[in-house]
Nanobody, 123 residues
């Protein structure tokens, strides 16, 4: 499966962005999907994940309440709505697919990755 992330950009603190991750080559309906981010000089960190049916969502504790993950299996797309953005949210955001039966919080467990989209939040 190929994942294409988009929707990043430059936004002022307090603003919002909606990231999209479009999949091709294979349906994502059978896979858990996740978002991760990586800031310069830092390790890649878990942001959010969503179950196959979208019945369950998971968030980094530090982001809960500001970010919302969703999916549209008919469109083979996953979204990340980001509100009340802060300068510390600046990072490259990656979507990922299919950790199998392993922990969704560990980036090393995901089989497929998108190329990343840059989010920059100015103060």
């Amino acid at each position: 499966v190929q994942l294409q992330a988009s929707g990043g950009g430059l936004v002022q603190a307090g603003g919002s962005l909606r990231l999209s991750c479009a999949a091709s080559g294979r349906t994502i309906s059978s896979a858990v999907m996740g978002w991760f981010r990586q800031a310069p000089g830092k390790e890649r960190e878990f942001v959010a994940a969503i179950s196959r049916s979208a019945s369950t969502t998971y968030y980094s504790d530090s982001l809960k309440g500001r970010f919302t993950i969703s999916r549209d299996n008919a469109k083979n797309t996953v979204y990340l709505q980001m509100n009340s953005l802060k300068p510390e949210d600046t990072a490259v955001y990656y979507c990922a697919s299919d950790p199998g039966s392993r922990s969704i919080y560990n980036s090393g467990n995901y089989y497929y990755w998108g190329q990343g989209t840059q989010v920059t939040v100015s103060s």
